[in-house]
């Protein structure tokens, strides 16, 4: 495990959480597009050196957090996409949990204008009401595919989802 990696991987998804956490009131998001814009470019920069930073790389925290960032590396959907194909292999070789592919994958798909997957990505109406999950392919086998990759039932990730805007 390169520790190094792994203490600045930790530095950088506190730092992203910090500014997530601010209330949206309180700031326009350039500092998060700052954050954001600062830790793909560190990213993009790790994998060239050393591929995917898997469990193995950078530890179970470590993984977690390097699929935060390039979850969050909405303003660079190009490398999103290569991060995408670089976890389908971290989660095939058991690097990578499978939840954070089905992360990641709807995150692409929501992107490119596609229905989700996983159900895992919501969106409100433009006045920041009406919280809800973005289209999903085949909603009626959405808890299959959810359970498949360790992930909880639909209706109670929606109540997750709801509470956190209380």
Same mark, same amino acid.
């Given at each position: 495990?390169?520790?190094?990696?792994?203490?600045?991987?930790?530095?950088?998804?506190?730092?992203?959480?910090?500014?997530?956490?601010?209330?949206?009131?309180?700031?326009?998001?350039?500092?998060?597009?700052?954050?954001?814009?600062?830790?793909?470019?560190?990213? #993009?920069?790790?994998?060239?050196?050393?591929?995917?930073?898997?469990? $193995?790389?950078?530890?179970?925290?470590?993984?977690?957090?390097?699929?935060?960032?390039?979850?969050?590396?909405?303003?660079?959907?190009?490398? #999103?996409?290569? $991060?995408?194909?670089?976890?389908?292999?971290?989660?095939?070789?058991?690097?990578?949990?499978? !939840?954070?592919?089905?992360?990641?994958?709807? !995150?692409?798909?929501? $992107?490119? %204008?596609?229905?989700?997957?996983?159900?895992?990505?919501?969106?409100?109406?433009?006045? %920041?009401?009406?919280? !809800?999950?973005?289209?999903?392919?085949?909603?009626?086998?959405?808890?299959?595919?959810?359970?498949?990759?360790?992930?909880?039932?639909?209706?109670?990730?929606?109540?997750?989802?709801?509470?956190?805007?209380?």
């Amino acid at each position: 495990m390169n520790h190094n990696l792994a203490a600045e991987l930790h530095r950088r998804a506190e730092e992203d959480q910090a500014a997530r956490r601010l209330p949206a009131a309180t700031h326009d998001g350039r500092e998060m597009r700052r954050i954001d814009v600062g830790n793909t470019a560190w990213l #993009q920069q790790v994998i060239a050196e050393h591929g995917w930073p898997g469990v $193995a790389l950078a530890g179970e925290q470590g993984a977690d957090e390097a699929w935060l960032l390039a979850q969050h590396a909405d303003l660079a959907p190009a490398f #999103q996409r290569q $991060a995408l194909e670089l976890l389908k292999a971290a989660v095939a070789a058991g690097d990578a949990p499978p !939840r954070h592919l089905a992360y990641l994958t709807d !995150r692409v798909l929501v $992107a490119a %204008g596609e229905p989700q997957v996983y159900g895992t990505q919501y969106t409100h109406d433009p006045d %920041g009401s009406n919280l !809800r999950p973005q289209p999903v392919a085949d909603p009626d086998r959405l808890d299959e595919r959810r359970a498949a990759v360790g992930l909880e039932p639909a209706v109670v990730y929606d109540r997750r989802m709801h509470a956190l805007e209380t």
